[in-house]
């Protein structure tokens, strides 16, 4: 008998809602304190806290405002990584 592929769910921290994995972006922060971005990460296996959030900017400007990214990664994000990410979420945005 076949069996259905198991599809990962995650939470956005800005909206709270939960959706497949891929439809995500994916904030980490790795063991060398550093930020890196993912899209469509299904078989990402990346090392450190993360966090994942919708691909709306109104997701991204609500997480940041509400520090939501900063408690979950346990970090607090610079002027200039957010800046980075917000350039990333303005150019892969839904």
Known sequence: MYQAKHIPIRTC???GE???QKDFI???RTKEKSIV???NNISDKSEGRSVYVCRSFD???EAVKKGKID???KTNLSEK???I???YMAKYRL
């Open 13 to 15: 921290v800005g909206c």
């Open 18 to 20: 939960k959706r497949p």
């Open 26 to 28: 994916k904030i980490i």
């Open 37 to 39: 971005l993912k899209l």
């Open 59 to 61: 997701c991204w400007t």
């Open 71 to 73: 408690r979950n990664i």
């Open 81 to 83: 990584d957010k800046s």
């Open 85 to 87: 990410i917000s350039e």
